[in-house]
């Protein structure tokens, strides 16, 4: 069957990896991006070349008109939704909480928090057979921060992580009955530039040996992850959060 997805952070790393998954599947993609417009055209052309259908959208997520925005451009371009991958996000430089200013947390929350609470929203509204829709699946890209604190680091992202677990479980539960299931998955040390933006560009690689696994994970993998959980293969599965960290 063919599905239509949503991806918020959809032109890089696990969102572009995630698309490209899709677009194997023959699915249609509508990708949100916040500033890189280069970036975004690329991966319209990838999963174009894959197979699927791609729509890029610009945008922020803390913004409630820019979120209803992408999720009307996707159903103007491709019809009925069926699957929502929450997945935009920031991080800031390693430090102590002590040291953070009012400016860093309030955009940390605003992002990774008020964001991902507007796209759940969005996606509960147009996928709910109550409300329309025709069910579906919401995937929440989480962190396993959310449950290693990050001391010394990241505190406030691992928070805000933790912020997407809890509103994954309770919307699990309130959507159950509206046929949309919604999962999160935790990825850990990831080769992506999520790290270079926290001025750690070698992190992934550096603490990867650490893991059981012995090595950091890619993009690829995470998306695999997703991706199932978009699938009818994952059709009793709902309120669950996935690791995908090497056993980290």
């Known amino acids: 069957m063919s599905k239509t997805i949503v991806i ?12 490209l998954l899709c677009a194997q599947r023959g699915w249609s993609v509508a990708l949100q991006y916040r500033g890189n417009r280069r970036a975004a055209e690329e991966t319209v052309g990838l999963v174009e070349q894959a197979g ?20 009307e451009a996707a159903a103007g371009r491709f019809g009925a939704l069926h699957g929502v991958v929450n ?10 909480v002590a040291d953070m200013t009012t400016h860093r947390l309030r955009t940390m929350f605003e992002t990774n928090v008020l964001g991902a609470f507007l796209v759940a929203r969005e996606a509960a509204r147009r996928l709910s057979t109550s409300r329309g829709g025709v069910g579906g699946s919401l995937v929440n890209v989480s962190s396993a921060a959310s449950r290693l604190g990050s001391p010394h680091e990241y505190v406030d992202y691992a928070a805000s992580k933790g912020a997407v677990d809890t509103m994954t479980l309770g919307l699990a539960r309130e959507l159950a009955r509206d046929g949309v299931r919604v999962n999160a998955v935790r990825p850990g040390l990831i080769e992506t530039d999520i790290h270079a933006s926290g001025g750690q560009p070698d992190r992934a690689q550096r603490l990867g040996a650490s893991t059981p696994i012995g090595r ?7 998306a695999e992850t997703i991706v199932w959980l978009l699938s009818d293969a994952a059709s009793y599965v709902t309120g669950a959060l996935l690791d995908c960290s090497g056993g980290r």
């Open 52 to 71: 699927g259908h791609a729509l890029a959208v610009q945008g922020d997520v803390s913004s409630d008109e820019d979120v209803i925005a992408l999720f």
């Open 216 to 222: 950091p994970g890619t993009p690829a993998e995470v």
């Open 8 to 19: 918020t952070g959809g032109s890089r790393g696990i969102g572009r990896a995630t698309a």
């Open 87 to 96: 997945n935009a996000g920031i991080v800031a430089e390693a430090q102590d």
